[in-house]
């Protein structure tokens, strides 16, 4: 319940602030263009609303033919009630408030569409591009703050240990991934395990000696998409802080060894050690040891949970690891690379979704929430928001009427054929859109309960 509600808080903070940047791009774009804003809404607030608050308004300002201008003082700011995202009502523009009333008046200078269709372009992009530049600052934040830290993949001399999907299509726990179609797989890229999956094949050094090349078929990533990845660093069984009085301790063994077998199971890796250790539970075992480059052997009894009484070393003092650490300077270049990759990568992924299996994949809030850790943590809470900043930015810019693109398409036919489209078809665009959007919400939510129920 704990992990749950850790889960939940960082999705909602998450999703607030990045709604907040999104329409906060809208607005200031509109504001630059002297055009009305009338709300600004984080959350959506049908019947009522849970906080607002319009600024008192001074005398109007006038423009030099006497109009009046557009003030951040005619805007109602404010947080609703229903947890689906957020908006800004800009005066003029047909939108999810569907306000025909106003919509039938006269046009007002002021009104989004008495502007030029340029400008009208670009505050439908603000939203976009600020999620696109606010993932480029939270990623060059954690490159300043946190650095990067990667192990080679060459280094990793037990290799990886892979999921039930991935062994299925050839690979075995103990391979070492070294090319992905043709090309050498870089540790150092955030993205190498997407690299991985998404390549038609991949060579892996298996046994240390021998390079075997896995087909990697079309539908591989949505195969391990509930998985969260497919692989993970392979973990030698190095003992690192010992408890006082543990198995382990009272057999002699110390930190630094390396246990290579229990009995005659041998445990390269700790993914062999944990069932071996079980299967001798309560029972005295025989611990073979790698200290110093010399093989002894100790006798230990596990505890009846499989346990001998000590931590891990961690894979950072097990593996060589590579450390990068950047400067203010050199964080925004870093940012800017780690931004356009995830929305390379987030782009090519779509064509997936084009499929059954695709469809089936989608998932709603609950596999969102599922992105974070178990725990709060800083690092990871920013890395899921950077990428979530991308596929927003990503989502909102495909032309279906009741999101951004929706508008982008009308406005780039109205650039193009310097014709406004009729404002009856956008309405009704507006309704259809906004019916999918919502039946897709409930498909993707409904998938999500689906899974957790089976």
Known sequence: MESFLIKAAQLIVALAFLVIIHEFGHYIFARAFGIKVEKFYLFFNPWFSLVKWRPRKKQARLDKNGNEKASWRDTEYGIGWLPLGGYVKIAGMIDESMDKEQMAQPEKPWEFRSKPAYQRLLVMLGGVMFNFILAIIIYAGIAWHWGSAYIPLQDAYEGMDYVEEAQAIGFRNGDIPLKADGKDIDSSKGDFAYVIASAHSVEVLRNHTDTVSIAIPDNFILAINERGGFMSFRVPAFVGRLQGGGPAAEAGIMEGDRIIAVDSTETPAFTELVPALLAKAGQSAVITLDRDGKRLEVTATPTEGGKLGFQLKPITEVYPTVRQHFGLLQSFPKGWENGTGTMANYVSSMKYVFTSEGAQSLGGFGAIGNLFPDKWDWYGFWQITAFLSVA???????????????????????????????????????????????????????NDIFRALK
């Not at 009308?410 to 650039?415: A, M, N, S, V």
């Open 392 to 446: 927003l930015a990503f989502m909102n810019i495909i032309p279906i009427p009741g999101l951004d693109g929706g508008h982008v398409m009308f406005l780039l036919y109205e650039i193009i054929t310097r014709r406004k489209p009729n404002e009856k078809v956008m309405e009704y665009a507006q309704y259809a859109g906004m019916i999918f959007l919502l039946l897709l919400l409930v498909y993707a939510n409904g």
